[in-house]
């Protein structure tokens, strides 16, 4: 497969000398959507395109020429000719899309590049990357995630960015918020097939990104383009022998994207589902097993009104059910909830390039949620030093939504003691949360079996609240000297409910080093806001709780019953915000080796935390956390489409609110402050994909860490020494798979088999954490060596 191009010379309108040459040129993809940052040269002289994906460049002589462009993530663009006359010479470049290559090897992958035009400290994966590194689960989105430096999944799936909690990073789909109004989080799937990249930026980016302290991930689909495109991958089911034969997984994925009119509209599908059947080795017969059921669906559509006006549509559907989750060694089948789950999500986006650079986007997107949780019945749920047992004592349902509306302009640049580019734009949000919740009551027993601690509820049982969000940015990118960018911005937020005004400030820089080729220095400093958090904001709102404490014999008070309140006064409450220091060095060696050395210092103030208040707790600003970080990453893409990469990242992430107070928790701590549960001081990650020939490849994903943090407890819920003073063994990690690709009846095939957790490490995720038991400290899940097979369906030939 080549890639497409196309190249169109027009004579000057009138000529700046005999003897020089301009060329003034845009570079799009197949689609006629702009790409920017791609770096264009011919022979020594270069350009970086800019958002509307412009670019020009000078030349001495008229003649026939070579131009060539590469941009990470698109396929590279090498050595096409070209007659250059004297004056102006108007050029377009069309860059294809970076995917996978079946029975070609004739084009590359542009290799990573230092780009002196980009200051923020961004990581990529691309599709190729998605679909050919054998992490765990590849059908899940999430999971790919802690493929950057910087990310870890814990054992309850939160992704945690630069050691920020998973509510502090923003998301967005397509340049739209997708986390869950509610929490903040990330619950939406979007099939791995869909994913044309995932961009993560986080230490200093633009003031266009706000609502997310920890980092920025932009989740950019995949669009058809003039040639039919379907496949289907894992459509046949999983078997495993757990206590017998059983259907483990099925993660069945089909796409389907191509020409709705050629040349001019587009369509992409992703669908996706799963189910996954959970056996618990140690737990008897009949009651040792759970599954569940995920699909998604995702449809796009864009249509070029005219060359200039771009209209992209989206609609993506999730649901998802889940009979007895939360199965586990210490929670069988009784303690277990029945989860359900529905979000619609739907955007419309309009793109207009208005001349001289200028660029006008405007869009709107609304997200709706529901869930359901029930229990498997009304008993009292009991805490004993070995388990749980009765019933779970939450059953409640929710229902979300969001409404954004967002514009943003790109304005002509100009020259003033150097180049100028403004962007500006604003986002409003309007969010909604409804919740009906009915509490039962729990118990903690000793190991003698007498009672020690119970908790009764009481109070209002439903909530209703709604927020809405304001948020203007100006952004400037100033080139004072041609080796030197600086990004200088300020962004503006308030919200209903806080009701103050925030500034963030932010400035950045980028500095080719003079003497030093394919060298770049990066810098900055900004303040960046977290978001009003719904969940936290409404606590107040909801039951209250009602403590009583028994003597030894399980039937005499000995304290109680207390009611305990949650309390919220808007009035008393700021955003919280965060001060981050960034510093980075690129380096380009020979044979495109990418070296690069991140630095990060994040101090947090003013965070939401609940402080003990007589027997209630109320909201404050009281929170601190404090993050640092040291990353290298080494990264080399050779032989066309073959590629590697290796990191080692050090860092420690504390804060004096460790653990979040609420009435869902049962944890009795006195002293909050330490390290953050997530926390992970060594972290060594690497991964390749080796093209062996035209049909085979082989791909690996290694990785070592320090094991996560857990708290012990006693046998009334009561913290046992420090916080988070516990770690879970290290986690070392490797799978190794190999993959051929073939053409069986004409159509095009491509098996994968290989094995995850290749040394059958222990690497658990579950700890008896209660001194008082028996069975103390003894770790239990985590995945044994498995044996994995893939087959994909790639169409025709």
């Known amino acids: 497969m080549r890639a497409r191009w196309l190249l169109l010379v027009l004579a000057g309108v009138f000529s700046l000398s005999a003897a020089e040459v301009q060329i003034t040129g845009k570079v799009v993809d197949e689609n006629q959507v702009a790409v920017a940052g791609a770096r264009v040269w011919i022979e020594s002289h270069s350009a970086i395109s800019d958002h509307a994906g412009a670019f020009t460049l000078e030349l001495g002589q008229p003649g026939d020429y070579k131009i060539s462009a590469q941009r990470e993530g698109y396929f590279l663009l090498r050595d096409q000719p070209a007659h250059l006359v004297a004056g102006e010479n108007i050029v377009t470049l069309v860059l294809n899309n970076q995917r996978e290559v079946f029975d070609s090897v004739e084009v590359s992958y542009s290799p990573p590049a230092v780009n002196t035009e980009e200051t923020a400290a961004t990581h990529e994966i691309q599709a190729t990357e998605l679909l050919g590194i054998p992490y765990p689960s590849t059908h899940d989105l999430r999971n790919a995630l802690p493929l950057l430096p910087g990310v870890v999944r814990d054992s309850t799936g939160g992704l945690h960015f630069q050691g920020g909690s998973a509510e502090q990073t923003y998301w967005t789909l397509d340049g739209f918020n997708i986390t869950d109004p509610l929490t903040g989080q990330l619950d939406t799937r979007v099939s791995v097939d869909g994913v044309r990249a995932i961009d993560f930026t986080s230490g200093r980016y633009s003031a266009e990104n706000g609502k997310g302290s920890a980092g920025a991930v932009d989740i950019r689909t995949a669009m058809g383009d003039d040639r039919w495109r379907p496949n289907a991958t894992n459509f046949f089911p999983g078997i495993e022998s757990h206590k017998g034969l059983v259907l483990a997984d099925w993660t069945p994925r089909a796409t389907f994207a191509g020409p709705i009119r050629r040349g001019r509209a587009w369509l992409a599908d992703s669908a996706d589902a799963q189910y996954h059947k959970t056996v618990i080795e140690e737990l008897p017969a009949g009651e040792d097993r759970s599954s569940n059921w995920r699909t998604s669906n995702l449809l796009r559509a864009q249509v070029n009104l005219t060359p200039a006006n771009i209209l992209t549509v989206a609609w993506l559907v999730n649901y998802f059910n889940a009979p007895h989750s939360g199965l586990s060694v210490l929670d069988p089948v009784e303690t277990t909830l029945d989860r359900r789950s529905h979000q619609n999500f739907f955007s419309l986006k309009e793109q207009a390039y208005l001349g001289a650079g200028a660029l006008l986007e405007v869009g709107y997107a609304a997200t709706r949620g529901t869930a359901r949780e029930v229990p498997q019945g009304r008993a009292d749920y009991v805490y004993t030093p070995d388990g749980r047992r009765g019933n779970f004592f939450l059953d409640a349902s929710r229902r979300s939504g969001r409404d954004q509306w967002l514009a943003n302009v790109f304005f002509p640049s100009f020259a003033a003691r150097g180049s100028h580019q403004i962007k500006a734009g604003v986002d409003l949000d309007r969010l909604t949360y409804y919740q009906k919740a009915n509490r039962h009551a729990y118990e903690f027993l000793r190991v003698d079996g007498t009672l020690s601690r119970r908790v009764d509820f009481a109070g209002n049982s439903e909530i209703r609240r709604h927020n809405f969000e304001a948020a203007s940015y100006l952004q400037d990118r100033w080139k004072p000297w041609s080796r030197l960018l600086v990004e200088a911005g300020v962004r503006l937020d308030w919200d209903q409910i806080i009701r103050q005004p925030v500034l963030s400030p932010r400035v950045s820089f980028s500095l080719a080093v003079p003497g030093l080729d394919n060298t770049k220095l990066t810098g900055g400093f900004g303040l960046f806001h977290d978001a009003a958090n719904l969940r936290v904001l409404s606590r107040h709102l909801d039951q209250y709780t009602v403590t009583s404490y028994y003597a030894p014999d399980g039937r005499t008070l000995s304290g109680g019953p207390t009611p305990t309140f949650y309390l919220v006064d808007d009035r008393l409450l700021r955003l919280p915000v965060y001060r981050n220091w960034s510093a980075g060095l690129e380096h380009l060696f020979p044979r495109s080796l990418h070296a690069r050395f991140e630095y990060l210092r994040k101090r947090g103030r003013d965070g939401f935390t609940f402080v003990p208040v007589d027997s209630s707790y109320l909201l404050r600003n009281l929170r601190r956390d404090t993050y640092d970080s040291f990353e290298v990453t080494a990264r080399q893409t050779f032989h066309r489409q073959s590629e590697w990469s290796a990191s080692y990242t ?126 103390f400290l003894n770790y239990s899940g985590g995945q044994h060596r498995a044996f994995v097979l893939r087959i994909r369906w790639l169409g025709t030939r």
């Open 650 to 775: 050090r860092s420690r992430a504390l804060s004096n609110a460790v653990v979040d107070p609420n009435i869902d928790d049962p944890l009795l701590v006195n002293n909050n402050s330490g390290r953050l549960a997530w926390d992970t001081p060594n972290r060594f990650l690497g991964w390749g994909i080796i093209t062996m020939s035209e049909k085979n490849s082989i791909a690996w994903l290694a990785e070592w860490r320090d094991g996560f943090l857990f708290n012990v407890t006693d046998d009334e819920g009561r913290l046992v020494g420090k916080i988070n003073e516990h770690r879970f063994p290290f986690y070392f990690g490797l799978n190794l798979h190999w993959e051929r690709k073939f053409v069986f009846w004409r159509y095009r095939w491509a098996w994968r088999a290989g094995f995850n957790n290749l040394t059958n490490r222990l690497n658990p995720t579950v700890v008896n954490s209660n001194a008082a038991s028996s069975g």
